[in-house]
């Protein structure tokens, strides 16, 4: 099966500029995450969808972060605006069942994007 | 707060070596765990997982060991191979404060395997 796609793989921009990121998950997976990776850490939790809803966004920075899936497939993730802190991997990642019914199934990650704000 | 944790961030074991990588939780009502391997510019790959009902799993040259009763869990790679080389992290399945469940990931362990 093909993974999870996310493009760009890099992004540079200046800060206070705008970025977006685009994730298309495993098909037939209802539930999707946005993940930030600062090097040397740990994926921190930004958002969680569960098919077109928002299941959990407590981490996700509201004021200048926001994520959307439409139509339950697709997401995007947008930054604006970027500040320095921001410099980070962004992961998008997927699973089949949705966690907390009691299924429990491993997230499927893409490689991620990049980004690095100057 | 609340976090799952590695004893140590880096790991050197030579070729053929069995090893082993740690995971402290502090999260009791955590019930299903996973390892994960990331390396250079790729995202975190599946290697094994576990709930909380088992005490051990094996895979294809991994085997994950559950101990409730420290909050701990480890992954030992048998015969380490220079492929084996990345970082691995451990994530649990935690309830967020709003009542959902999310994965939620530890620092990571860097292995390092020397031909």
């Known amino acids: 099966e093909a993974g999870v796609a996310q493009s760009p793989r890099y992004k540079i921009i200046e800060k206070r500029q705008s970025v977006a990121f685009w994730c298309n998950p495993i098909?037939?997976?209802?539930?999707l995450y946005w993940y930030q990776q600062i090097l040397g850490q740990g994926p921190k939790l930004l958002i969680q969808f569960q098919n077109n809803g928002v299941v959990d966004d407590s981490q996700l920075p509201k004021d200048r972060f926001s994520a959307e899936r439409l139509k339950g497939v697709d997401s995007t993730l947008k930054i604006q605006p970027a500040k320095l802190e921001d410099s980070a991997v962004y992961l998008c990642?997927?699973?089949?069942?949705?966690w907390g019914t009691g299924r429990n199934s491993p997230l499927h990650f893409g490689n991620g994007t990049r980004l690095t704000v100057t | 707060g609340e976090s799952v944790g590695l004893h140590l961030p880096t790991l050197s074991v030579q070729e053929g070596d069995n090893s082993i990588i740690n995971c402290a939780y502090s999260n009791s009502a955590s019930d299903y765990f996973i390892w994960y391997k990331q390396e250079s510019g790729k995202g975190p790959q599946f290697i094994i997982d576990?709930?909380?009902?088992?005490d051990k799993r094996q895979g294809q040259r991994v085997t994950v060991l559950l101990n409730k009763t420290v909050k701990h869990l480890s992954l030992q790679i048998a015969a380490t191979q220079p492929g084996d080389s990345a970082v691995y992290f451990c994530?649990?399945?935690?309830?967020?404060?709003?009542?959902?469940?999310?994965?939620?990931f530890g620092r990571g362990t860097s292995l390092i395997v020397h031909p």
């Open positions: 990642a997927s699973s089949l069942p949705p």
């Open positions: 576990i709930r909380s009902n088992m």
């Open positions: 098909s037939g997976h209802a539930t």
């Open positions: 994530a649990e399945r935690r309830r967020a404060s709003g009542g959902s469940y999310i994965p939620t």
